[in-house]
């Protein structure tokens, strides 16, 4: 046995191997791309056999077996373009004139007498055969640089082999017009081509799974290794992303992962190009039913297998699909789709990835589930230790007032029981009623603060004349102690809840007095300006640090240079103000300087029409 003999004799094998291993692929999963497979190997693998027979018995077949020998090898390259239009998509008018090609060569063979093939007609075969393998090849080539991953290596093993395949079948088509020795040379370089035709077919069409492994290695790596950081992404949107990117890389589809949303017992998936949220029922589309079934399911028509979505599939152009449940330990928690616009020539290998892939965005999404757990017990602490403090200081500020009540209260009663006749003691009875006046206002205060929790603190609304309001108030809060000045520069109408607006100013003037040595004057102006109703209140009392002036307005907060001794208070009222400021569209602000005073800005809206100059 020769060198060369031992090239051909592994090559056929090769081929016979490659036939068995696909037709075992489709008869498990008889997609057209597996079909066009099997065809296509299965014409090698006959030729194979047929000549080894043939030669072993030494028959002499007939005319029109010959002849569809031939034809057989015509087909070939037909079939390859096949493939290529089972992955790309292949321009019809090219498809029909390689028929037209196939069928012109069967006619001529067929209609000539005799095996031998005329110089010209060997010429023609070889011609189209070439023509066909290198545009098949270069499709494969188009079409392997639109994929990732393992489909991109398996298309460029795939692209190599067809263009040896048609430089072989050149090569020897040429040679066979030769004389010795150009010709056994010429053709002794064809079968070389064909042994790595054969070997690249083989690692394209059925590659080992060892090798499978291996091409899918890098970009499962990367997206293995990137893996560990997703849960702490900042939304489940954005690791879905991610997740979908590394399984397109991966399986070299197009991927879409779609979560359970278990509050409105939906799947919740994000649609392209806007990222909108699209939610659907676990059941329908092909992933619904993936999901609801928690099953793997393939589809190489999805218009056909969920005919009720048939609109959707087509307007995306989508050809084939792989549906894979994600759950974890029972938990369903979404599902991962793979598809793409022609049916996937490696379906089996990108099952078993699909699988992978999804049990890796479980861990993921579990993770991250565990982690936005662990996020709302925090919150749900805080939310306690808030409630507590809230709780701890309205007990603290109500129970001094009450305390004064009560032992003022038990001492009148003393008295009266001791000396019924003796006169009612004003001074005390003043102090019960100061202090309970007192306990009423912090009542009220909480209430405020809880509808203001509800944004309910703003009811019925009317024209209210702001300059008379103040005007008003200000003259009933005129006390030996502190004088209240207002300066009103034009009439300032706005449509404001009355009582509120009346809350908010005497809020503002009772801390300008609280918070000022005696005898200091507070100033209250009222004006327009920019569209605005403006009210300031100044004082010259103790100021606010610079570090405060950003919270004053929070709940519960106090200035650091005030204490409770001096001063009481619970921290509610300017949070009360900012409430019903911000509940009527306007904003609310101070300005202050330690040691020299403060001015509480307030911006309400005017009404359109009652803007008066
Ligand atoms: P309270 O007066 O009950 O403490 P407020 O919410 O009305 O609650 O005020 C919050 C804090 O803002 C006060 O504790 C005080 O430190 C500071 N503050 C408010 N008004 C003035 C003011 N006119 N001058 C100085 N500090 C003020």
């Given at each position: 046995?020769t060198?060369?003999?031992?090239i051909?004799g592994?090559?056929?094998?090769i081929?016979v191997?490659?036939?068995?291993?696909v037709?075992?692929r489709?008869?498990?999963?008889?997609?057209?791309?597996?079909?066009?497979?099997?065809v296509?190997?299965?014409?090698?693998?006959?030729?194979?056999?047929e000549t080894?027979?043939?030669?072993y018995l030494?028959?002499?077949?007939?005319?029109w077996?010959?002849?569809?020998?031939?034809v057989?090898?015509?087909?070939?390259p037909?079939?390859?373009l096949?493939?290529?239009d089972d992955?790309?998509?292949v321009?019809t008018?090219?498809k029909?004139?390689?028929?037209v090609?196939l069928v012109?060569f069967?006619?001529?063979?067929?209609?000539?007498?005799?095996s031998?093939?005329?110089?010209e007609?060997t010429l023609?075969?070889v011609a189209?055969?070439?023509?066909?393998?290198f545009?098949s090849?270069a499709?494969?080539?188009?079409?392997s640089?639109?994929?990732?991953?393992?489909?991109?290596r398996?298309?460029?093993?795939?692209?190599?082999g067809?263009?040896?395949?048609?430089v072989?079948?050149?090569m020897?088509?040429?040679?066979?017009l030769?004389?010795?020795?150009?010709?056994?040379?010429?053709t002794?370089?064809g079968?070389?081509?064909?042994?790595?035709?054969?070997?690249?077919f083989?690692?394209?069409?059925a590659p080992?799974?060892?090798l499978?492994?291996?091409?899918?290695?890098?970009?499962?790596?990367?997206f293995?290794?990137r893996?560990?950081?997703?849960p702490?992404?900042?939304?489940t949107?954005?690791?879905?992303?991610?997740?979908?990117?590394?399984?397109?890389?991966s399986?070299g589809?197009?991927a879409?992962?779609?979560?359970?949303d278990e509050?409105?017992?939906?799947?919740?998936a994000?649609?392209?190009p806007?990222?909108?949220?699209?939610?659907f029922?676990?059941?329908s589309?092909?992933?619904?039913?993936?999901?609801?079934?928690?099953?793997l399911?393939?589809?190489?028509?999805?218009?056909?297998?969920?005919?009720?979505?048939?609109?959707?599939?087509?307007r995306?152009?989508?050809g084939?699909m792989?549906?894979t449940p994600?759950?974890?330990?029972?938990?369903?928690l979404g599902?991962l789709?793979l598809?793409a616009?022609r049916s996937?020539?490696?379906a089996?290998?990108?099952m078993?990835?699909?699988?992978l892939?999804?049990?890796?965005?479980?861990?993921i999404?579990?993770s991250r589930?565990?982690?936005d757990?662990?996020?709302?017990v925090?919150a749900?602490?805080?939310?306690?230790r808030?409630?507590?403090d809230?709780?701890s200081?309205?007990a603290?500020d109500?129970k001094?007032?009450?305390t004064t009540?009560?032992a003022?209260?038990?001492f009148?009663?003393?008295k009266?029981l001791?000396?019924?006749?003796s006169?009612?003691?004003l001074?005390?009875?003043?102090?019960i009623?100061?202090?309970?006046?007192r306990?009423?206002?912090?009542v009220?205060?909480?209430l405020?603060?809880?509808?203001?929790?509800q944004?309910?603190?703003?009811?019925?609304r009317?024209?209210?004349?702001?300059?008379?309001?103040?005007?008003e108030?200000?003259?009933?809060?005129?006390?030996?102690?502190?004088?209240c000045a207002?300066?009103?520069?034009?009439?300032?109408?706005?449509v404001?809840?009355r009582?509120r607006?009346?809350?908010?100013?005497?809020?503002?003037?009772e801390?300008?007095?609280?918070?000022?040595p005696?005898?200091?004057?507070?100033?209250v102006?009222?004006?327009q300006q920019?569209?605005e109703?403006?009210?300031?209140v100044?004082?010259?009392?103790?100021?606010?640090?610079?570090t405060?002036?950003?919270t004053?307005?929070?709940r519960?907060?106090r200035?650091?240079n005030?204490?409770d001794?001096?001063f009481?208070?619970?921290?509610l009222?300017l949070y009360?103000?900012?409430g019903?400021?911000?509940?009527?569209g306007g904003r609310?602000?101070?300005?202050?300087?330690?040691?020299?005073?403060?001015?509480f800005?307030?911006?309400l809206?005017?009404?359109?029409?009652?803007?008066?100059n």
């Open positions: 046995m060198a060369l003999d031992l051909t592994v090559t056929q094998a081929f191997l490659i036939f068995l291993l037709t075992v489709t008869i498990s999963h008889p997609t057209p791309a597996h079909i066009d497979m099997s296509f190997f299965g014409i090698l693998a006959f030729l194979v056999v080894r027979v043939a030669t030494g028959v002499k077949q007939p005319d077996y010959n002849d569809t020998v031939i057989l090898v015509i087909a070939l037909y079939i390859l096949r493939l290529v992955f790309a998509r321009p008018l090219v029909r004139a390689a028929e090609g012109a069967a006619v001529a063979l067929y209609a000539t007498p005799g031998q093939l005329q110089p007609m023609a075969i189209y055969f070439v023509l066909l393998s545009y090849g499709g494969f080539i188009d079409a640089r639109r994929t990732q991953g393992v489909t991109q398996r298309m460029q093993a795939i692209s190599i067809t263009i040896f395949f048609g072989e079948i050149l020897s088509g040429i040679g066979g030769l004389q010795e020795p150009d010709r056994t040379l010429l002794a370089s079968q070389v081509l064909g042994l790595l035709a054969a070997v690249a083989y690692l394209g069409f080992p799974a060892f499978r492994q291996a091409w899918q290695a890098p970009e499962l790596r990367a293995l290794a893996a560990a950081d997703l702490r992404l900042p939304a949107f954005d690791i879905v992303r991610e997740l979908e990117k590394g399984a397109a890389a399986t589809s197009s879409r992962i779609a979560v359970w509050d409105i017992a939906k799947l919740r994000w649609r392209d806007d990222n909108e949220t699209i939610h029922d676990s059941g589309f092909v992933s619904g039913r993936a999901f609801e079934l928690q099953r399911i393939f589809t190489t028509d999805p218009i056909r297998d969920d005919p009720a979505n048939a609109d959707s599939y087509r995306a152009g989508t084939a792989i549906a994600i759950s974890a330990g029972g938990r369903r599902v789709t598809y616009q996937p020539i490696f089996a290998s990108d078993e990835l699909a699988r892939l999804a049990d890796q965005a479980a861990v999404l579990e589930a565990l982690i757990h662990a996020a709302r925090r749900q602490e805080e939310a306690n808030l409630k507590e809230f709780v200081a309205a603290h109500l001094t007032p009450l009540v009560v003022q209260a038990e009148l009663e003393r009266a001791r000396d019924p006749s006169p009612a003691d001074q005390g009875l003043q102090r009623v100061r202090e309970g006046k306990l009423a206002a912090l009220t205060d909480l405020d603060a809880a509808r203001l929790e944004g309910r603190l703003v009811s019925e009317e024209p209210v004349d702001l300059g008379t309001l103040v005007s108030l200000c003259g009933r809060q005129q006390t030996d102690v502190h004088s207002v300066d009103v520069r034009g009439a300032v109408v706005g404001y809840d009582r607006i009346e809350q908010l100013v005497e809020n503002l003037v801390n300008a007095r609280k918070y000022s005696d005898a200091t004057p507070v100033d102006t009222v004006w920019d569209g109703a403006r009210i300031a100044r004082d010259h009392g103790i100021g606010i640090p610079p405060d002036l950003p004053i307005f929070e519960f907060s200035g650091s005030v204490d001794r001096r009481h208070g619970m921290g009222g009360i103000c900012r019903i400021v911000e509940e009527h609310i602000w101070a300005e202050s300087e330690v040691g020299k005073g403060s001015t800005h307030v911006a809206p005017l009404q359109e029409g009652r803007r008066l």
